[in-house]
């Protein structure tokens, strides 16, 4: 059974461009949340979808955006990068998102602004 | 507005031993906590988690123990391996939400 895939693993960006970062959940999958992890504010939640719905979202500016489709796969996107966007973006999938099931990461996708 | 925390960034165990590493939370609405494992450049992968109706876990050489009544968990190795050197999680969840929430994280050592 395939894991949870992010594409791409790596990415450089100029500041004040904007990205968009993708996700595969685990086949069967209909729940993805996505988080940044950065040295100084460990990891933070930004936001979950479930059947193409975002059903929460975290303490993040409006340039953080996602969406989900019909496939459960997922895209984050953030314009207008600024240099504090340089993050380990890890996304993960669980069956429903229900609280008492285990979510399963992605490898991350690491991106450097510069 | 730290509500789990780990206070201890590393912890250095001897191979064989047992490695303890603690967890204390801050929200009483939480009510399942998890550990992850992770190696640098990768994600976290998910080794054992618990309700809070329960007060342990075990699963192999993993044991997680919950204390509500001090909001702390901690996460037992027995014996600890090379291979468990890596960075822990501990992360929770509350009633009718999808979102976990971390911990700083525990650096773990295995010295052969």
């Known amino acids: 059974k395939a894991g949870v895939t992010q594409t791409p693993r790596y990415l450089i960006k100029t500041r004040g461009q904007q990205v968009t970062l993708s996700c595969s959940p685990i086949?069967?999958?209909?729940?993805v949340s996505w988080y940044q992890q950065t040295p100084g504010q460990g990891l933070q939640f930004l936001f979950e979808?479930?059947?193409?719905?975002?059903?929460n979202k975290g303490n993040f500016p409006g340039r953080f955006s996602g969406r989900q489709f019909s496939n459960s796969r997922s895209e984050m996107n953030v314009s207008t990068l600024e240099l504090g966007d340089s993050a380990l973006y890890l996304c993960?999938?669980?069956?429903?998102?229900?609280?008492?099931?285990?979510?399963?990461f992605g490898q991350g996708t690491r991106l450097t602004v510069v | 507005d730290q509500q789990v925390k780990q206070n201890s960034p590393s912890l250095s165990v001897q191979e064989g031993r047992i490695s303890i590493l603690n967890c204390d939370y801050t929200?009483?609405?939480?009510?399942?906590f998890l550990w992850y494992k992770k190696y640098p450049a990768e994600g976290p992968t998910f080794l054992i988690s618990?309700?809070?109706?329960?007060d342990k876990n075990e699963d192999g050489r993993f044991t997680v123990f919950l204390n509500k009544s001090a909001k702390h968990l901690s996460l037992h190795i027995v014996p600890s391996q090379p291979g468990d050197s890596a960075v822990y999680f501990c992360a929770a969840k509350s009633q009718g939400a999808q979102k976990l929430v971390f911990g700083q994280g525990t650096r773990l050592t295995i010295n052969p």
């Open positions: 979808y479930f059947s193409e719905t975002q059903r």
């Open positions: 086949s069967g999958h209909r729940s």
């Open positions: 929200n009483s609405m939480f009510d399942y």
């Open positions: 993960a999938s669980s069956l429903n998102g229900h609280p008492n099931t285990e979510a399963f």
């Open positions: 618990i309700s809070s109706i329960k």
